[in-house]
C-alpha cells in the first residue's frame, strides 16, 4: 500500500476493533488521527498521527500502533495510604 485514505485506514482500525476518529487543535489548526475504543466504562484514545501525514502511514505500521498495550490509570498504581501516628480525631483508645 503506497499511500493510506482515510478509508482504508477506518477499515484497518474496525477490523482491530478500535472506531477512526479526527481530532482538530485550534491552537495548532491541524487535524489529527485517533483510534477509540471502549474498555468497560471508559473510553481509551490512542493517537495514531496528524491527518496530514496519514497517507505516509503504512498498515503495518497502524496495527502495530493498535496493538501496542493499554496503560492502566496511574492512580491503578498506587497503594492505599496508611498513616503510622494515630489520629486524635479517630483515636479511642486512651478514653
Same mark, same amino acid.
Given at each position: 500500500?503506497?499511500?493510506?485514505? %482515510?478509508?482504508? =485506514?477506518? @477499515?484497518?482500525?474496525?477490523? /482491530?476493533?478500535?472506531?477512526?476518529?479526527? !481530532?482538530?487543535? *485550534?491552537? +495548532?489548526?491541524?487535524?489529527?488521527?485517533? =483510534? !477509540?475504543? *471502549?474498555?468497560?466504562?471508559?473510553?481509551?484514545?490512542?493517537?495514531?498521527?496528524?491527518?496530514?501525514?496519514?497517507? %505516509?502511514?503504512?498498515?503495518? !505500521?497502524?496495527?502495530?500502533?493498535? @496493538?501496542?498495550?493499554?496503560? +492502566?490509570?496511574?492512580? @491503578? +498504581?498506587?497503594?492505599?495510604?496508611?498513616?503510622?501516628?494515630?489520629?486524635?480525631?479517630? /483515636?479511642?483508645? %486512651?478514653?
Amino acid at each position: 500500500m503506497l499511500s493510506m485514505t %482515510e478509508d482504508e =485506514a477506518r @477499515a484497518i482500525m474496525k477490523s /482491530n476493533k478500535w472506531t477512526y476518529h479526527i !481530532q482538530y487543535r *485550534r491552537r +495548532k489548526r491541524t487535524e489529527y488521527v485517533f =483510534a !477509540q475504543r *471502549r474498555q468497560g466504562k471508559r473510553k481509551i484514545e490512542r493517537y495514531i498521527c496528524p491527518l496530514l501525514k496519514l497517507p %505516509e502511514l503504512t498498515e503495518d !505500521q497502524l496495527v502495530e500502533i493498535l @496493538a501496542r498495550p493499554i496503560k +492502566k490509570p496511574s492512580s @491503578a +498504581k498506587r497503594e492505599p495510604e496508611v498513616s503510622d501516628t494515630p489520629d486524635p480525631l479517630t /483515636n479511642t483508645d %486512651e478514653m
